[in-house]
């Protein structure tokens, strides 16, 4: 749906560009996963530099993050469309946030190694698909409807 106007390619590559945020903070979850398969860990390998830049850098999350919400967000002399794809990058990375509290508390559970695997991996796989799914939108010029983070994002979006 592309109901604020048409999307120039730069557009859509700027839109993309925020989805690294909540890709780079999902790859703690998929330690699981990727050792599990290997071969997956070859997608994962132009995302080193990033990884290593990103946890090399003290709150380097906590610095995006407001520098998202404030200079891109906030901006309403920026595309709407960039502006939607950003704000649902981030509410992508508070969710994950908010599962790595919901791993904490699963972690206290003496028994609960089965647990924190398959919720590692199921976060991990529902964020890549979710990030996948907004980027290929993105990427054709149509906005990615989530349930529920959607329409949060038009709430904060206008």
Known sequence: ???????????????????????????????????????????????????????????AGIIIFFALWLLVVR????????????MQAILLDIIIFLFSILTDVVGLIPTGGFAIQTLYTTIFIGIIAAVVYCVANSLLGRYAEIPAISDAVYMQVR
């Not at 592309?2 to 993309?16: H, L, N, P, Q």
């Not at 901006?75 to 950003?86: G, L, Q, V």
Request: aromatic share 18%.
């Open 75 to 86: 901006n309403e002399k920026i595309n709407h469309f960039i502006r939607f794809n950003t």
């Open 1 to 59: 749906m592309t109901w604020r106007g048409s999307t120039t390619i730069k557009d859509r590559i700027f839109a993309c560009l925020p989805y690294l945020l909540p890709l780079i903070e999902v790859f703690v979850f998929g330690e699981f996963l990727l050792r599990q398969f290997p071969v997956l860990q070859l997608l994962f390998l132009p995302l080193i530099p990033l990884l290593r830049i990103y946890y090399g850098v003290r709150y």
